[in-house]
């Protein structure tokens, strides 16, 4: 006999206590293949790490209005981009110094990071007082943004975050082909590709 | 512990025009969640297959018609699992319920299941072992429902870690029992905690399951004790490490038993319904029946309890001791 691991639609109700409220008959034959397939652990840990994250951004926005909105835009003009970039940029503490990346004389301490997603947006809990880089290759031409509830703006090039107390969270957005736009709604409106980093103030 | 705070707005006001203030109040809130809920399920499911267009933009598609199905639509409080909150709009399989049918989403999410899961393994490759007999397949259809059974009310009377922990715990002995080669690969979850963590969270997870599963969990009205190991330790919990269960002072509060009165009383009465409890189990194991059902709940049994076990809890009891150190080894294919 044949069995198939619950699809994450269910699984999500599952991981909530929803599924025998909603389809009694269908909740025995999903927890039945979960026991019963290989594969159930893996898919299990994913569908409860999806439902930590969207519970964690839901936290955020009802605390953060502000940037539900623009997560918002940012996802559908990433659903607009034709063709993602070959390269993901990264969001990274300390940030390398400038000469060192250029010489390519990076140390081998690992960095504190997350890979950034087109078209998504990731989250990176960083320290209090700790500085925040975006990298992406050095001949790509980027805009960085960055929007809180203090201000939006636009990034110089080769500007950093310091993460200040007060300020979290913070959204900073890379795009590409935004034509330099002098605010984040005009370049999500024009970008050919776009990516965004929320920095929260990581727990001590 | 730590308590939650809950990320959800509630929603207080069912009426249409509550529902409709509620998307002019928190539009951007709402149809976000929708947008990151869908946008995951349409990585793995087409939304064309749910009516919503396959060109142009579905996700944007399914969220408006959620917004316009909030709205407008016949959606009554009392039907709805779980609290009344904006986590609605995070639930995909209600809002594609609402657009096809329920039926019609089993049926829909079936068809697309044949496709391949992303994390399916097909059991089919690998056929169970020793169960060339139309008996012994029945005793395993039989022993897969119990399980299956006891796995919801796992979740149902504690939370979502621990099915995480129990499934990784079992892993090898389910793999035997049903035939296939366990991926042996450590679950993000387990990743996330040190070893020794691991080991006490998955005793955890073995021995609350072995006890819904042997039926031995009491009527909360038994004794103080009862009342007390089930209001902690068999009742929905935060999914918050390292205890998984109601804080012993939460227990007082909302038992309001006189015997009961405070967080220390609690956490005494716990304690002794678990050393019941864990002396009910180890009945059942030392009481081997030969029959095959009691023969594969004799091994999980032997799988879910050990000395980890009575370290997990802060049990020390020489007698209980004893008797797990006396109990037969695992077969050496399932030991964890």
């Known amino acids: 006999m044949s069995s198939r691991i619950p699809d994450l639609a269910t699984l999500d109700d599952m991981i909530l206590g929803d599924i025998e409220h909603d389809d009694p008959r269908h909740a025995e034959e999903a927890w039945q293949a979960l026991v019963r397939t290989p594969g159930g652990v893996e898919a299990w840990e994913k569908a409860l790490a999806r439902r930590k994250r969207i519970d964690r951004i839901a936290a955020l926005t009802r605390a953060h209005p502000w940037l539900a909105g623009v997560m918002l835009v940012l996802r559908r003009a990433g659903r607009r981009m034709k063709r993602a970039p070959l390269f993901a940029p990264t969001a990274v503490y300390p940030p390398v110094p400038a000469l060192d990346a250029i010489l390519d004389q990076t140390d081998d301490v690992a960095r504190p990071h997350v890979q950034l997603a087109w078209g998504r947006i990731v989250e990176l809990a960083v320290p209090m007082g700790e500085v925040v880089a975006l990298e992406y290759p050095i001949d790509v031409e980027a805009t960085i943004y960055y929007q809180s509830a203090q201000g939006e703006g636009r990034m110089r090039p080769g500007h950093h975050w310091r993460m200040e107390a007060g300020e979290a969270p913070v959204l900073l957005v890379l795009t590409i082909g935004g034509g330099g736009a002098g605010d984040l709604s005009a370049a999500l409106s024009r970008a050919e590709a776009c990516a965004g980093v929320v920095l929260v103030v990581a727990e001590p | ?336």
């Open chain 2, 1 to 336: 512990m730590a308590q939650q705070s809950e990320p959800y707005r509630r929603i207080t006001d069912w009426s249409l025009e509550g529902r409709r203030r509620l998307i002019e109040e928190h539009g951007d809130e709402i149809r976000f969640l929708l947008d990151e809920s869908f946008t995951t399920f349409a990585e793995c499911y087409p939304l064309g297959a749910f009516g919503f267009r396959e060109t142009d933009d579905p996700v944007t598609d399914a969220v408006e018609f959620a917004v316009r199905r909030f709205a407008e639509g016949d959606i009554e409080p009392g039907k709805i699992a779980g609290p009344p909150t904006l986590r609605l709009f995070t639930q995909v399989r209600f809002w594609l319920g609402q657009k096809v049918g329920s039926g019609a989403f089993h049926e829909i999410m079936r068809r697309l299941s044949r496709r391949g899961h992303p994390d399916q393994v097909d059991a089919l490759e690998h056929p169970p072992a020793d169960t060339d007999s139309a008996e012994q397949a029945a005793v395993i259809e039989s022993f897969v429902a119990d399980l299956g059974t006891t796995l919801g009310g796992l979740r149902r009377r504690t939370c979502a870690d621990l099915v995480g922990f129990w499934l990784h715990a079992s892993e090898k002995f389910r793999a035997r029992v049903f035939g296939w080669e366990e991926a042996g690969t450590l679950s993000r979850l387990a990743q996330e905690r040190s070893a020794k963590e691991r080991s006490l969270h998955e005793h955890d997870a073995l021995f609350r399951f072995l006890a819904l599963h042997y039926q031995y969990v009491p009527d909360a009205d038994e004794s103080p004790a009862s009342r007390a190991l089930v209001a902690s330790m068999f009742a929905s919990c935060p999914n918050l490490p390292p205890r998984y269960s109601i804080d012993d002072s939460v227990v007082a509060q909302r038992l309001r038993d006189p015997a009961i009165s405070n967080a220390r009383a609690a956490g005494r009465y716990r304690k002794q319904g678990l050393r019941t409890l864990l002396d009910a189990c180890l009945g059942r194991i030392e009481a081997r029946d030969d029959a095959p059902m009691e023969r594969l709940s004799h091994v999980l049994g032997l799988i879910s309890l050990g000395l980890t076990t009575l370290h997990a809890y802060r049990i020390e009891d020489d007698m209980l001791k004893a008797r797990l150190q006396a109990l037969p080894r695992p077969p050496a294919e399932i030991a964890r």
